[in-house]
């Protein structure tokens, strides 16, 4: 079955290259979102389609009655509070790999973890957005952190987990098998101590079997306190794979090519193993150009398993990247993108890279979103 939908997935973008890309119509590309994460909880699944939290709205304790939305003068207030000056996270790396790299090979290689990657390198983010609130880099506030769901502005109160003094987040697995790790920054003490007066009970890992009255247990039913680092579960995760001597995710091929391919990155994303049906695995990420601080760069990566396709979905993002257009605005991707570049990058000539400048028009975030929504150039999913 998989192997059936990745060859119509070739034939479509190859129709895309043909007929629809050249009209401005895209094609039909992406398999249907719903129901991947094969239970109720729908709302892990909108948090992480949304990953537009501001990192204000995670540091600060908010009352579950209380709106959310909170203002730009507290949004400012706390990420110019959010610098750190811990080490022992990954953000920032003197051994030649990227921030990305080094956070991945701390997890272990799992049916689960292999699927679904979410990543930040809040270090490196905060250096980007300097003392105030960014309007060019403000939305990818909080991405890495939708394993604590909209509740992670309770964090600190109640599990003595600072988010804004991280050096990374990574977000890995679909739930209810998520596993959110926090790099740096954190105080081993205070998360355990914190953990076990609010009801989370345990040795190593401490857990919970939710509470009513505490909306932060129906996402974080475990935590594990780790040096500097803290370590938040769902359910059903399994905390282990953090720092365990089995292979780990950059010992995968396929997630080691998408995220060299993504190069260094402030956030990524790399979707693997079918968690977009149909689709072969891709990554998305932004980079940051120190040159032009106020234009992300954009970057996709695609991993195909000949070089034949590969060719097929280069082709197709290069017409589309010109003269198509975003299938729910009906905006030309020119409007989004910026002197693009489609490449087939790895030796074997299967890895697809787009890359490109975002215009003043798009957000930081806009290829996040258009990989989530499934609207990427060349194989975007029509409304």
Known sequence: ??????????????????????????????????????????????????????????????SPGRPILRGLL?????????????????????????????????????????RYVEFANTALY????????????????????????????????????????????????ESPHAVMLIGGGQKEDDVASSAADSGWNGDEVLATDGNP??????????????DADAVLGEVEADLSVIDSERASLIDDPVIADLVDCLGDVVVAMVASRNYFPGTPPVAAGVRYDPD????????????????????????????????GQHPRSERPYTRYFDNPTVTVVDEGGTTVQMVARNTAEAYASTILHMTQAHTLPGFAESS
């Open 292 to 323: 032009r601080p106020d234009e992300p760069v954009s970057v996709v990566c695609v991993q195909t398993v000949l070089a034949g396709d590969a060719t097929v979905i280069a082709a197709a993002m290069e017409d589309a990247l010109s003269t």
């Open 74 to 114: 507290i949004a400012t207030a706390l990420i110019v509070a959010g610098c750190s000056t811990t080490s022992s996270g990954s953000g920032n790396q003197d051994d030649g790999k990227t921030a990305l790299e080094s956070s991945l090979s701390r997890i272990q290689a799992t049916e689960q973890t292999t």
């Open 213 to 226: 009255s505490q909306p932060l247990t129906s996402y974080v039913r475990q935590v594990r306190a780790l």
């Open 126 to 173: 905060r250096e980007v957005t300097g003392s105030g609130y960014s309007w060019t880099w403000g939305s990818l506030d909080g991405w890495g952190a939708s394993v604590a769901g909209p509740y992670s502005g309770q964090l600190p109160s109640v599990l003595g987990v600072d988010l804004t003094e991280a050096e990374i987040l990574v977000s890995i697995g």
């Open 1 to 62: 079955m998989r192997k059936n939908g990745y060859i119509r997935f070739l034939l479509r973008a190859w129709l895309g290259r043909v007929g629809g890309a050249q009209s401005g119509s895209p094609v039909r590309q992406w398999g249907s979102a719903s129901g991947r994460h094969g239970h109720d909880r729908t709302r892990t699944a909108l948090v992480r389609r949304l990953p537009n939290r501001s990192l204000a709205r995670i540091s600060k304790p908010t």
